[in-house]
């Protein structure tokens, strides 16, 4: 397992020029929105309105709407305005330009300017010749328009804008401008403030990124097709740009926002390479709240105008039963406290229960109670004698990564461990036996013969006991019920299967501990046993199956799935505290279906069916899948059994399955076929027990699933 590496406030503090580079596949021209826009003013004397121009919408140029003032538009006093911060305010969803906003920041001392983003004009009547709206039409259903007739690319577009044309007025000082905005306008900060270097401070209220993998819309990504939701995240969401930060940052937002809840926001604070903070408090009321919380205002003045800083918590560290954090602060701290909850995530967020408790401050160090140990996150608060709050980083219970292994009797495992095949035997000779100790083919072989002992070197210690690794755990239906950490005998008997070389190398690339659940059964056919609920009742009519044997295996496979995740403690005490996370799903199967025209005519149709019921069953629209093909006859393999291994191989093929791109994998394995000389028997299936032949299959099934965890940024 890798082992995190925690940086000192310190060191945070001086890595700003490491910045993430933007992605190539950054849809703006910045260069251009960096051109201060051609203008008109319009109307109104103390907060004043006008029109600017913007980036084309349907191939027509458009103009976008807003509202500013200064402390000279205020007072009717033009000299009071001289050298001015600015900031840009940006709204939400089902918001406009306020003019109450700009007109509170202009009380400040600033200029400031809001802007509509919804394509309207005053009180939110349509523009002739404004851009897009902002309902979910346009920010989800649109992804298969033109990039540029999008919501997201207008909305990034005409904050730029905006900040450019501020940066322009002759009263403002355009080495000293700020960003926030608040819910959908906290979400287009976060992508601004990785592609506009121009400002000094960036506040994004509620608004995040990883809005695919926990947010109030994933309802609006299951609508899409693979190739759609990775398509609107790589463009849209905002994990692709804040990591490209040059400001500071401040994030706020409250345990029970029902729109962007702890997990997605903590994930986007820990993109940003440049100083930030964080005000999280268990209740934040969601909305166009202008005036508060009061850490923006100060966090702002502080880095455009040199006034005292917030307070920052450090790292936050567990001594027995104690948590503790320095802290390093400007002002006098009056109070902290803990917070956290026992509620789960996903979960409703509205409905999230928080409850405090006292911290104390001696010198500048927080100390606390630990919470109990059913809190799922946590964190601590420091409040100044200027009424400003901070909180620590958040702090989630422990996550396991929990894969799915599946399929008939070469997914249980008949890979030999201790025996193999003796090389001297002779059939005529009563006193040779046909298997020995480290014979061929067997995983003691492969660990002892000089040709391959470095390939296998990392199963066994130096006194050749097999390794049992303590952050890979397996529950496997091979030989009844078996659970434990992983080693070998997890397959029929003491043999093992793919999990072996599976579990080594998902093990060794993920942070987090690894759970396999293995729900494999011999002789279970995709077509009939396994069969998909989406698929619906076989029309075989050449292939006998009992009625109600179809779908068993599926059913008793999601069962145990359900059981092992909902039960996590009860199966396995050691993983206490731990919250699964579905993370992948492998599948070595097909024999059975090869012995059928008709099941093997439909394997295509059935084998994504089941990898889209999986999904669905499991909420995880993106799981990711790899298949291994059922290549135990080896390149050899003619009639329907090469033409099974090449539809699994389709499966995985993006030009053939385009839904899938990204998600699934397809692994050959025709080649990790031994001889019959160097494998334990000769039956022509089961691998003939060969050891090397089932820990290739699996070693490959997990570099495949690397590659789409790395692709789909789990860690």
């Known amino acids: 397992m890798k082992r995190a590496i925690i940086l000192s406030i310190a060191a945070l503090l001086t890595i700003s020029s490491l910045a993430t580079p933007l992605p190539e596949t950054t849809p703006w021209n910045i260069e251009e929105l960096y051109k201060p826009p051609s203008f008109e003013w319009s109307e109104g004397e103390q907060v004043r309105s006008l029109y600017y121009s913007s980036v084309p919408y349907k191939g027509k140029p458009t103009q976008t709407f807003a509202y500013y003032a200064t402390p000279g538009t205020l007072a009717g006093d033009p000299s009071l305005d001289k050298n001015l911060p600015a900031i840009v305010l940006v709204h939400g969803g089902g918001g406009r330009a306020f003019s109450k906003w700009v007109e509170l920041w202009a009380s400040r001392g600033y200029a400031a300017i809001a802007m509509d983003l919804a394509g309207n004009g005053p009180g939110k009547k349509k523009l002739a010749d404004g851009g897009p709206g902002q309902g979910h039409d346009m920010k989800f259903e649109a992804i298969d328009q033109p990039i540029t007739d999008q919501w997201t690319y207008h909305a990034v577009a005409n904050v730029i804008r905006a900040h450019s044309l501020i940066r322009s007025f002759p009263e403002v000082d355009p080495e000293r401008t700020a960003i926030t905005g608040i819910s959908w306008g906290g979400y287009t900060t976060c992508i601004v403030a990785g592609i506009d270097n121009r400002f000094k401070a960036a506040v994004p209220v509620y608004g995040c990124g990883f809005l695919d993998k926990n947010s109030v819309w994933l309802k609006d990504f299951a609508k899409m097709s693979g190739a759609n939701k990775r398509k609107w995240v790589q463009l849209w969401d905002p994990s692709q740009y804040v990591g490209s930060a040059a400001m500071p940052m401040l994030f706020v937002n409250g345990g029970t926002d029902f729109a962007y809840p702890p997990d997605s926001h903590a994930k986007t604070y820990s993109l940003v390479q440049t100083p930030k903070n964080l005000h999280f408090v268990p209740h934040l009321k969601h909305g166009h709240v202008f005036d508060k919380p009061k850490a923006i205002e100060t966090f702002i003045q502080h880095h455009l105008e040199g006034k005292p800083a917030l307070a920052k918590i450090g790292n936050v560290m567990t001594e027995g039963s104690k948590v503790t954090a320095d802290f390093q602060a400007s002002t006098k701290q009056v109070e902290a406290q803990l917070h956290y909850t026992i509620d789960k995530l996903p979960g409703d967020n509205k409905k999230r229960a928080w409850l405090s408790q006292p911290a104390k401050i001696s010198g500048n160090k927080i100390t606390s109670d ?346």
């Open 370 to 715: 630990l919470p109990p140990k059913e809190a799922t996150i946590w964190f601590l608060t420091l409040k100044d004698e200027r009424d400003t709050l901070v909180s620590s980083e958040l702090q989630f219970n422990k996550t396991v990564k929990v894969f799915i292994l599946a399929g008939q009797s070469n997914m249980v495992g008949h890979g030999k461990v201790e025996n193999g095949r003796n090389p001297d035997y002779d059939p005529e000779d009563p006193k040779t036996k046909k298997e020995v100790p480290s014979g061929l083919g067997s995983l003691r072989y492969l660990l002892t013969n000089p040709k391959t002992a470095s390939q296998y070197q990392h199963l066994a210690d130096d006194a050749g006991n097999w390794i049992i690794r303590d952050d890979v755990w397996i529950y496997s239906t091979a030989s009844g019920k078996q659970k434990g950490k992983l080693t070998t005998g997890f397959g029929k008997g003491a043999w093992f299967g793919p999990e072996l070389g599976f579990g080594h190398i998902v093990g060794d690339h993920l942070d987090d501990p690894v759970l396999i659940i293995k729900t494999a059964w011999g002789g279970h056919s995709l077509g009939v046993k396994f069969r998909p609920p989406s698929s619906g009742t076989p029309a075989y009519t050449k292939s006998k199956f009992k009625p109600e044997d179809v779908g068993t295996s599926y059913r008793e496979m999601m069962t145990i799935v359900k059981d092992v995740g909902e039960n996590l403690e009860t199966y396995f005490p050691e993983l206490k505290g731990h919250q699964p996370e579905f993370a992948g799903f492998g599948w070595h199967q097909g024999w059975n279906d090869g012995c059928s025209k008709e099941m093997v005519a439909e394997y295509e149709v059935n084998m994504a069916n089941f990898i889209r019921d999986v999904r669905k069953e499991l909420g995880t629209t993106d799981l990711p899948f790899v298949i291994a093909n059922t290549g135990m006859i080896g390149t050899e393999a003619t009639g329907i059994r090469a033409e099974l291994c090449e539809i699994q191989m389709a499966i995985g093929d993006p030009m053939k399955h385009p839904e899938f791109k990204g998600t699934v994998a397809s692994v050959e394995t025709r080649g990790f076929k031994r001889s019959n000389e160097n494998s334990p028997s000769h039956l022509g299936y089961h691998w003939n027990h060969n050891a090397e032949s089932h820990y290739l299959i699996g070693d490959a099934m997990g570099k495949a699933m690397i590659i789409l965890l790395d692709s789909l940024n789990y860690k």
